[in-house]
């Protein structure tokens, strides 16, 4: 008999509505940092004015077609859906006293299709995106304003939906902003390490107010941080590696130190004395701070390696996170290097530390997928990548770690956030969506729809050690 999940592990897909929704100007959908950064989160600020094309803003036009995708994700068995609630469609600068009725009724009408195929909703407040007038007028994060803002939004959507989503996160990969500062922090080029961390600090104290909000508003709720799980191995035993190592895991595992146990870790303070960083804190920061989340979500995709050895440092760029490559292991297209076992390592290592309940809100293989002449897709390099990360994530429940679920990145094809590319496929659906725009954006079953709906019909039995 093979080992299956425990009862009530929630399976499904994880979106953001950048990437999937489109109807950028619908609704009374207001402009996002997302819609000025058309190549992705790594790309240029670009004047739409101009009327530049972006795939994003049509994207796979989820906006019109979600009861279809419902309806496929329920096929699958779906019991989770992950989304995110674009700030934009109900504050469309930000800054309004008052919220944008149409898009809250936009989400009324997801959540519900939702709720009729017995799919929870989890909702992600702000998934790599922002109002651009709050970047423009204010100085995004940099600006203390913007608590209050994100606040007054957050409070806006729990009240909304209170009876409707239990399963809340704050802010998506929180930790990216040290990479990509205009999409985390809403700061333009160039800016200072202490300005981000400044930025930073700002979205810790709103990520707590959320907190107890939530806490406040839906009491049979719960709330989670969201991490980018960047674990990186030493590259060598050497001493040295290793204690640069621990630093680098430190970088990222700052966030969930201040998120899941309510203040700034020593190793920080001494950081930003090294750095010549003062902080701008006010009295009430620190209690804020001291509502922490009732569950920790994040992304995997890969592992890496650090070196001490600056000579030998290889750049590779795999998710954004700096890292030498590791030479026991094999790379996606993309060259994100593949390693199953560390998301084992990385489920021990968030529960040794926090033991907190654990959520995989991310994790799959972007891949470029080719239709056969039939226009099947034949992808079961998916089904190995994703075979293999389950395994390791019973593994890991096996070990004792408390895990919530699995959601997977991209349940269907989407526009990818550090590009914005559509030949980088993600799907268990395929959408026909082409990178000029062109396509039908109809949508087909890959074979990896059939794999994951028997995984989850089996509660995890089928998968293959
Ligand atoms: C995570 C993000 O970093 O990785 C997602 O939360 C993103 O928004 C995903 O899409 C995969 O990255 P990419 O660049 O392949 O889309």
């Known amino acids: 008999?093979?080992?299956?999940?425990?009862?009530?592990?929630?399976?499904?897909?994880?979106?953001?509505?950048?990437?999937?929704?489109?109807?950028?100007?619908?609704?009374?959908?207001?402009?996002?940092?997302?819609?000025m950064t058309p190549n992705g989160i790594f790309g240029d600020v670009v004047a739409r004015q101009k009327g530049d094309f972006s795939i994003k803003d049509k994207a796979i036009d989820f906006y019109h077609r979600y009861p279809e995708d419902i309806a496929l994700?329920?096929?699958?068995?779906?019991?989770?859906?992950?989304?995110?609630?674009?700030?934009?469609?109900?504050?469309?600068?930000?800054?309004?006293?008052?919220?944008?009725?149409?898009?809250?009724?936009?989400?009324?009408?997801?959540?519900d299709e939702m709720a009729r195929h017995n799919i929870q909703p989890m909702v992600t407040?702000?998934?790599?995106?922002?109002?651009?007038h709050l970047v423009e007028n204010y100085g995004g994060w940099g600006n203390r304003k913007l608590i209050g803002f994100f606040e007054r939004y957050a409070r806006t959507?729990?009240?909304?939906?209170?009876?409707?989503?239990?399963?809340?996160?704050?802010?998506n990969e929180i930790n990216m902003s040290l990479h990509a500062p205009l999409t985390g922090v809403g700061l333009q080029a160039p800016c200072s390490k202490g300005e981000v961390y400044q930025a930073i600090h700002h979205q810790l104290v709103a990520s707590g107010l959320a907190v107890k909000a939530c806490h406040e508003l839906i009491p049979d709720g719960r709330i989670g941080n969201m991490l980018l799980g960047g674990l990186m191995y030493p590259l060598t035993c050497k001493p040295e590696d290793v204690f640069a190592t621990l630093q680098d895991n430190r970088s990222w595992l700052f966030f969930g130190d201040v998120q899941c146990r309510g203040a700034y870790p020593g190793y920080m303070q001494r950081f930003f004395r090294d750095n010549g960083i003062a902080l701008q804190m006010e009295a009430s920061d620190a209690g804020a701070l001291r509502h922490t989340v009732d569950f920790i979500s994040f992304s995997y995709y890969m592992s890496g390696c650090v070196t001490a050895?600056?000579?030998?440092?290889?750049?590779?760029?795999?998710?954004?996170?700096?890292?030498?490559?590791?030479?026991?292991?094999?790379?996606?297209?993309?060259?994100?290097?593949?390693?199953?076992?560390?998301?084992?390592?990385?489920?021990?290592?968030?529960?040794?530390?926090?033991?907190?309940?654990?959520?995989?809100?991310?994790?799959?293989?972007?891949?470029?997928?080719?239709?056969?002449?039939?226009?099947?897709?034949?992808?079961?390099?998916?089904?190995?990548?994703?075979?293999?990360?389950?395994?390791?994530?019973?593994?890991?429940?096996?070990?004792?770690?408390?895990?919530?679920?699995?959601?997977?990145w991209g349940?269907?094809?989407?526009?990818?956030?550090?590009?914005?590319?559509?030949?980088?496929?993600?799907?268990?659906?395929?959408?026909?969506?082409?990178?000029?725009?062109?396509?039908?954006?109809?949508?087909?079953?890959?074979?990896?729809?059939?794999?994951?709906?028997d995984v989850i019909h089996s509660n995890g039995a089928t998968l293959k050690e």
């Not at 989407?414 to 959408?431: Q, W």
Request: charged share 25%; glycine share 10%; with cysteine.
């Open 309 to 408: 050895d600056k000579e030998m440092v290889q750049k590779l760029r795999g998710n954004i996170l700096d890292m030498v490559p590791n030479p026991h292991l094999a790379s996606s297209e993309w060259g994100w290097q593949i390693d199953p076992l560390g998301l084992r390592t990385l489920l021990n290592l968030l529960w040794d530390r926090y033991q907190k309940p654990l959520f995989i809100v991310e994790n799959g293989l972007g891949a470029k997928d080719v239709p056969d002449a039939n226009g099947n897709i034949h992808d079961d390099y998916r089904i190995s990548y994703l075979n293999d990360h389950l395994v390791q994530v019973r593994e890991a429940i096996e070990d004792g770690v408390e895990v919530l679920g699995y959601t997977s």
């Open 411 to 453: 349940p269907i094809d989407l526009v990818s956030a550090s590009k914005a590319e559509v030949t980088k496929r993600y799907g268990f659906i395929y959408v026909d969506i082409h990178p000029d725009g062109s396509g039908t954006l109809d949508r087909s079953r890959k074979a990896s729809f059939y794999w994951y709906r």
């Open 1 to 35: 008999m093979n080992k299956t999940f425990p009862d009530g592990f929630l399976w499904g897909g994880a979106v953001a509505a950048n990437q999937v929704e489109g109807g950028w100007q619908e609704g009374g959908k207001g402009i996002s940092t997302s819609d």
């Open 157 to 171: 959507v729990f009240t909304r939906y209170r009876n409707k989503v239990k399963l809340w996160l704050t802010f």
């Open 73 to 111: 994700f329920a096929e699958m068995g779906f019991s989770c859906l992950r989304v995110s609630i674009a700030w934009t469609r109900i504050f469309p600068q930000g800054d309004e006293a008052e919220p944008n009725e149409a898009g809250l009724a936009w989400y009324d009408a997801l959540f």
């Open 125 to 132: 407040l702000s998934h790599y995106e922002m109002p651009w």
